[in-house]
């Protein structure tokens, strides 16, 4: 099977077999990482990092070079270039032009899909903002593969920094796909975005238990937050774990503690601060020996601050600095396989594989709605000029768009219908997006409203129900 | 014939027969983009980029990996190492001994041909602040030549920021040497500096037309500004036009439209703002409409902002995404020219080349007279250690010396004669520029000042005119 | 011999020897320049730049593109990513998974031996702080090499910031090493940090002679300032100079004048300014005129401000453009060695090497006393939750601790012994370092403190030495 010119944009673009198929080339790379010189001999990597990173972007080009390759960076401190005024999409296409693959980090949510949209040649999404980060997510998974010989039915814990963490983003859908029953423990006011838990719970078919009062001696230990707790719904991998079996669950070990630092730079200018410290878990030796942790891996995209002691770099648990060697097979292989330098088999398994991908209905009127999420690559002046919105309509009650550009969920306020839009002009209306109307149109018909204003704007009067509202 | 060791300084360090050279290894590279891999094998490129850059810097350093070189790079964001106060001759120096081949960009004007001067190999313009831009010159010639199959005998409009657009500047020299005729349509208060006016106009034999008080239909069309027009002076070329068959000539069409970017960087602190803005032109799917573009290719160097609607990209005459596309085999060539890698014939052309170069008579005291232009690279505190003020004497009327570093001219108001120097002190007088005693004194006994203070500072006393003025 | 998977973090991690022995790869390396392309092919160098740099970088980067090797790069600008909280082990541990050899300049003294100590790769200094710079010292020392046939018995002053020029620390420690007689002229306040003082009156067993009101003709000429003077104390070298005689013996003439440009990046914030500007020693045509320099190499590590004039460029005395061009054959030989690519024999010579390394009694308990040095390394925010302070007790009269990351020295003023900590409380006590205790506390069991409180937070007791002081 081939991957060559595909994009790696979220952790979706690929699906669990190829996960597979890049992890048995990663394998095979490393065996024998001294023969790789010559597999990306003339091809050239656009190494395009518009955001600090050392890790990802080193790991890329040092992949790149061990397979013969070539390398062409941009490295972008502060916003310089963003203030040249030029867009992602112009930038996309002559870089294309010049180089075979593009690996690309943007501070912007969703730049890399407007990278992929645009560019020639196969896009990598190395970070794109909160969203997503898949590449991490390889190398996580692999680590974990590589410790536990199988990515199926894991129990994995995800503490710290769930809002803003991108890399916990990619793996939570990753574990997800891979039947993981997965615990989620934030750092105070850092709780997994409403756009993730309701991707894991539909898409993934994950089933969400929500803890919010926990006390006493849980709080001591696993759950001294407030919690949540993904289990896969299908019956044939893991039993639905009532309420109290899962805490009896969690008490014989997780398989993995995956904790990330606090994504200071993401954080609204307001909300910086001591507070969000206040109670944000940390891994230290006195952790690692309470029995539940005995066997578990620790993990941890880097860089850390103070959430993951040094004290325990020694620990054969601690896999962080694995996680971060295994980047260079990872990508090695990654890179190769999209450049169609290297083929893999994909190994049919028997049994399902996780991922119940739901195909949402498209919304792309380019009027009337807009992303509202600030850091949205659609909502950034240099690339409204040419950037339509996007959105898949994810839910009814209420009326909920999922950009596509970067996922965060927008709940328009009102709607219409085309086909009394091309009627005539009286019967041009719009209604409370609650209302029973909504139940009416069409799905092609549907005309969605951010405001009465744009309503307005358009020619449509207030229906019945929208003037009560 | 052999480029090598030889430096791109300003576009005219080529002749027209070698640009055409350039072209045709352009042609041939590719044509086997895949089999150049080993033309500058074991050779390093240092890429010295003093000025943010994504574009230029990429395709050159694609290009020099594309041949199988190495690159070795500084990428200066602000002017942290300038302010270290190292001077550009000495970096050049050093650089030239660690690397066979220098590509610079710097926001100095002139920088680069110090760079030339003192490192031992060849050296790349790759923009010196408002001054040249060669290689993207090369690129737009490459491109207008691949649709129209010839340069010679075209017609030009040249839109958009005229003062700073030094792009424009290398390409309207480019241009009128093989004889096109060149309309100019600036921003307001962006038109075209009187120097390359006068280079336009005397080395490369152009005749110009101003329009200062272009009215009614022609305003909403091609010269909704004042504009002004550069037409080969030599008859058997185009007949000489006379004022209003230009305006015929034009609505026939032009080849191409070439449209730039407000070079805001460039701007002096206080004349940045809106009113730059007011009547910056723009070209739009409703212009393209217009009857004389109908087979016009449309040219940007990019990046762009709002100067070049997205609305036009897949229209066919678009052009610009191809000029940076064409960018690597391009520079490739040149790359594997001046190192010597490639050998190209010349092709001899029957006719003449329309490059008339002038030698004007240089004027290289190191006292008396300096550069005005703040941004010339002999006026800046680094470099004043070691560069002489280096001059052409390029009119008399008034006196004008062209400074040879950035090419900004100055009208110096004060003369003297060194044989009056060297002999008795009583003689030594200085005169009033515009006196008849220039005159009377030997180019080569020639003294020039900036003021009386200078004059008298070197131990000249008022001569008869200069005590009138 | 093999010098494979070693590190350079000081000049003293080579012997004389093994730096004859680089020298002789170097030669080879530089009369077969086009025939190392495959010397080092499939091996990656990080470049790990986090103080502006062009020169050093460059040289290491192109050095290492000579061997065939392949490179990736950071340079920061700012502190931005050590803004970001991660610290150098860590950094040290994932970058040393992707390369095979780091290059590392950082701000921080002693940083490049915390690379060194966490990294699975070989490190070289490329500058720490205004610690040391050995490549450069290499560089200096193969030009005079190259120039004098022999690095033996040399005269060389040293001139300019002593302070906090790192290549004048390396440089007087190999010069030392290798039986020079050195003269010190520093800057106004500029002079020689008393610990490099130390480490060459004591490891490197030279003889110190000061001259502190050094006046008329000789302040005209030679010592226009206070100076130092290290001469090689063994008596089969050079005769033990007197006081007379060594200054007879500088009129001879130097073999190097080596100057630096006064390092402002490194002055404290109060210190800057013109003052120290004041009698900083500048070589010009002028000086060079003077009958003791008339065979002297000019040497300098660049870049120059204004200690170096422009007009002797061209003399043939001047090496600093040699200087510079050396480092590629200097670093290619050196990362050949170090990555095991190479091989050489380490020349045994006749007679003794000048290197007296002594071996201090080391102190390295994580309490009681902290590096006084705001630039060392371990006092970073960052990097103190993992490194434990470490010392060489380097003196007893005044209690000298000598920092093993960054050499700066501090002069604790408590002591007290272990054994009594370990037995009953209320023998815990402390005493005045400088007290007779000091001599009665064996080694192993020392504590020292930095203050009475935290030898009280420590649970002593003041000793009656101490209670009187």
């Given at each position: 099977m081939s991957l060559a010119n595909r994009n790696l944009v979220t952790i979706d673009d690929l699906s669990n077999q190829e996960i597979e198929a890049v992890f048995s080339l990663a394998d095979e790379i490393s065996d024998s990482m001294n023969q790789q010189s010559s597999v990306c001999q003339g091809k050239i990597m656009a190494s395009l990092f518009f955001e600090p990173s050392t890790r990802t972007r080193l790991s890329f080009e040092a992949a790149m070079h061990r397979l013969g390759g070539r390398v062409i960076s941009v490295v972008e401190m502060g916003n310089t270039s963003l203030a040249k005024g030029e867009s992602i999409a112009d930038m996309a296409r002559v870089v294309g032009s010049y180089a075979d693959i593009i690996v690309i980090r943007h501070p912007w949510e969703g730049a890399a899909k407007v990278v992929a949209d645009y560019a020639s040649v196969p896009v990598i999404n190395a970070g794109d903002g909160g969203h997503e980060h898949p590449t991490q997510t390889l190398c996580d998974l692999y680590t974990i593969k590589k410790e536990r010989q199988t990515l199926e039915g894991l129990k994995i814990a995800l503490w710290g920094d769930l809002k803003y963490g991108r890399t916990i983003h990619s793996l939570a859908y990753a574990l997800a796909r891979f039947g993981a029953t997965i615990h989620f423990r934030p750092g105070s006011g850092l709780g997994l975005p409403e756009h993730v838990i309701r991707k894991l719970t539909t898409e993934y078919g994950g089933m969400l238990e929500r803890y919010n009062d926990t006390k006493g001696a849980d709080r001591e230990m696993l759950f001294p937050l407030d919690a949540i707790y993904i289990t896969p719904s299908k019956p044939h991998q893991l039993v639905n774990i009532p309420d109290v079996s899962i805490q009896i669950e969690l008490k014989k070990g997780v398989d993995a503690l995956y904790v990330t630092r606090l994504q200071r730079e993401r954080l609204e200018p307001m909300a910086e601060g001591q507070e969000l410290e206040r109670d944000y878990p940390v891994v230290n030796k006195k952790l690692l020996k309470e029995k539940q942790f005995r066997q578990t891996l620790v993990m941890h995209p880097l860089p850390r601050i103070d959430e993951l002691a040094y004290e325990i770099d020694a620990d054969q648990r601690s896999m962080y600095f694995k996680q971060a060697a295994w980047g260079v097979p990872i990508r090695m292989a990654l890179v190769a396989l999209l450049l169609g330098a290297k083929q893999v088999d994909i190994p049919e398994k028997e049994g399902a594989t996780f991922f119940l991908k739901i195909d949402y209905p498209a919304y792309n009127r380019d009027f009337g709605v807009r992303c509202k999420?600030?850091?949205?690559?659609?909502?950034q002046q240099t690339e409204k000029g040419y950037i339509k919105p996007g959105f898949k309509i994810?839910?009814?009650?209420?009326l909920t768009l999922r950009c596509v550009y970067c996922e965060h969920e927008t709940h328009p306020p009102y709607i219409a219908s085309s086909k009394w839009h091309q009627g005539i002009v009286d019967y041009k209306r719009y209604y409370d997006a609650d209302s029973f109307m909504l139940g009416r149109i069409q799905p092609e018909n549907l005309i969605i409203f951010d405001s009465k204003a744009i309503a307005q704007a358009e020619g449509f009067k207030p229906g019945k129900k929208a003037l009560r509202g």
């Open positions: 999420n600030k850091k949205c690559v659609s909502a994810v839910a009814h009650k209420p």
